[in-house]
């Protein structure tokens, strides 16, 4: 199990960027696949992003591709969600979250969870 912080949130404009990070404590983070999810008022909570525990593979959700990165750095604990070219619609609480194994798209798949940090983009 691993205790997730996430910060970096804030209120910015469209078109601007943010970049997230999710630092993690537990000594078993370098085997946890890691993703970042977020959730709009009223909706479900949405697959962003994920990041097998070496890196190797990365997975996007369809409304962020191409704008949208993660990364990790095992030797700090940390997994970053770099988000530019940012719309209102990125408008949401963000969490990261942690597995063991592959990387899933569903929320239900992670096991441990951060508290969330806001992001909100203004036209």
């Known amino acids: 199990q691993v205790q997730l912080v996430e910060s970096g949130g804030g209120l910015v404009q469209a078109g601007d960027s943010l970049r997230l990070s999710c630092a993690a404590s537990g000594r078993t983070f370098s085997m946890y696949t890691m993703g970042w999810f977020r959730q709009a008022p009223g909706k479900e909570r949405e697959f962003v992003a994920a990041i097998t525990w070496s890196g190797g593979i990365t997975n996007y959700g369809d409304s962020v591709k191409g704008r949208f990165t993660i990364s990790r750095d095992n030797t700090k604990s940390t997994v970053y969600l770099q988000m530019n070219s940012l719309k209102p619609e990125d408008t949401a609480v963000y969490y990261c979250?942690?597995?063991?194994?592959?990387?899933?798209?569903?929320?239900?798949?992670?096991?441990?969870w951060g508290q969330g940090t806001q992001v909100t983009v203004s036209s």
């Open positions: 979250a942690g597995r063991r194994g592959g990387i899933y798209t569903t929320p239900y798949k992670y096991d441990d």
